[in-house]
């Protein structure tokens, strides 16, 4: 089956925030009196809000329930994405560009809340290029569960064969091969050590993507 269409992780992939996550799960984490550290942080990189609350919960005996940790953390993440200068990956628009005129539809899949999503994206000013957005409060399960890259999907009218996803987690990953899709996998240095080694394909940048898009099938060569 010929592929068309991409779904972008955000958090990592389209916008450099993976530190400032780890540092707002931290500081969470510490009030609530867990003594986790940043590799227990990384390792649930891509996790649904909900999910990695619960995970948090069960391995380090925090006495607050989900629902109060994953409303301190939102209330936390809204006011320190709105007050930081957030920096867009290299080569996003020329990416998103090149898939327009391929007549490809993008769709955003993140565990992030649609709020942050929105937010982002307008803070990025890349919002208009994507026909479908789509966060883990839309879904049953988190990644690395494939609901939210079956979703995303779903809504752009597309079958999961037909679409490529861009991820830069290990949960992406597993979430992106579970839903039949292809998945590039984006080293990023500061998404932490992240086992990207189930992807069909991986890459350092998104430059390396927007040239030629020969990669929705398989085509190019890039680093494994």
């Known amino acids: 089956m010929k592929r068309k269409h991409a779904i972008f992780d955000m958090d990592g992939v389209l916008v450099d925030s993976q530190p400032l996550h780890f540092k707002i799960d931290g500081e969470v984490l510490k009030a609530a009196g867990a003594s986790a550290g940043m590799e227990d942080v990384i390792k649930r990189a891509g996790m649904a809000n909900a999910d990695r609350w619960a995970s948090y919960i069960q391995e380090f005996d925090i006495t607050q329930s989900i629902a109060e940790l994953v409303e301190r953390h939102t209330e936390t993440v809204m006011r320190l994405f ?16 090149a898939l327009k005129r391929n007549g490809s539809r993008i769709a955003v899949a993140s565990s992030s809340s649609l709020a942050l999503v929105d937010l982002v994206l307008e803070r990025l000013d890349i919002g208009q290029h994507f026909d479908v957005r789509v966060s883990g409060e839309d879904c049953g399960k988190g990644k690395p569960a494939p609901d939210v890259f079956l979703k995303a ?20 990953v597993l979430a992106g091969k579970a839903a039949g899709m292809l998945v590039i996998g984006l080293r990023n240095p500061n998404s932490g050590e992240q086992d990207l080694s189930p992807a069909d394909l991986i890459v350092d940048s998104l430059e390396q993507l927007a040239d030629d898009l020969g990669w929705m099938n398989g085509e190019l060569a890039l680093n494994k």
């Open 82 to 97: 709105r007050e930081s200068q957030l920096k867009r990956m290299d080569g996003v628009p020329e990416l998103l560009s």
């Open 153 to 172: 999907a779903q809504k752009i009218g597309a079958d999961p064969g037909e679409c490529v996803v861009i991820e830069d987690s290990a949960n992406g």
